[in-house]
């Protein structure tokens, strides 16, 4: 069998964010794994402007006007599912991430999705706006998260410190990822 392609997606975009270390993290724990080989992909290093797209992206068959989007367009297309990095703001999702979502839509569908969430409170409400979010671009979510505290995963210096359990978290979320990752296949052909 083919390996998976995984894309390891840092959504925060601001200065200073601490989602570059989180994803880096998930990105060197996904190393070496015999079921998917894993990428970073940074929403930063896109660009993208805010949704200026003319044709709904649903109904444009690919054929964007915005490099910006083309070229994200085919990052997105080359991945099989996602490890979906998701910071919280003000209860809900980050407006970048949702903006670099909102502008593609079938290169989402029939891929997997692991949400690994943080904040102050571990991003867990980010997470469920996610889960109907994805639905709606027929990506399908794992039931497994990883959601990580800003008050015990980062020490006092602000450096990011994940407790001893995260790993075997992450790797819980990798596993479940892959086995639903695999099993879309024939749906995404
Ligand atoms: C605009 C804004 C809103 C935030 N709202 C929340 C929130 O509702 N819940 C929470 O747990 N943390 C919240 N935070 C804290 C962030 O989760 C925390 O700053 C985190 O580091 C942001 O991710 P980033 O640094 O990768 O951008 C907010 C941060 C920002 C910048």
Redesign the pocket.
């Known amino acids: 069998m083919t390996k998976l392609r995984i894309a390891v997606v840092i959504g ?1 975009t ?1 200065p ?4 570059e270390a989180v994803g880096r993290w998930v990105h060197a724990l996904a190393q070496g794994r015999d079921a998917a080989d894993y990428d970073l992909v940074d929403v930063a290093a896109f660009d993208l402007p805010l949704l200026s797209e003319p044709t709904v992206p649903g109904s444009a068959n690919r054929r964007y006007e915005v490099p910006q989007t083309r070229a994200w367009s085919e990052t997105i297309d080359r991945y099989d599912g996602f490890v979906w990095v998701s ?5 809900g999702v980050p407006a970048a991430m949702k903006n670099a979502l909102d502008v593609l839509y079938p290169e989402w569908g029939f891929k997997g999705f692991g949400i690994v969430s ?4 571990g ?1 867990t409400r980010a997470t469920e706006q996610w889960r109907g979010i994805l639905a709606n671009v027929m990506g399908t979510v794992v039931r497994h998260q990883v959601a990580l505290y ?1 008050f015990l995963d980062w020490d006092d210096d602000g450096a990011f410190a994940p407790l001893d359990r995260r790993p075997q978290e992450l790797r819980n979320l990798l596993d479940l990822l892959e086995r639903t990752t695999a099993a879309l296949a024939p749906l995404r052909a």
């Not at 200073?16 to 989602?19: A, I």
């Not at 910071?87 to 209860?91: F, K, L, R, T, V």
């Not at 943080?118 to 409170?121: L, P, S, V």
């Open positions: 925060s601001r200073g964010r601490k989602g910071p919280e703001y003000n209860h943080y904040g102050a409170d991003g800003e």
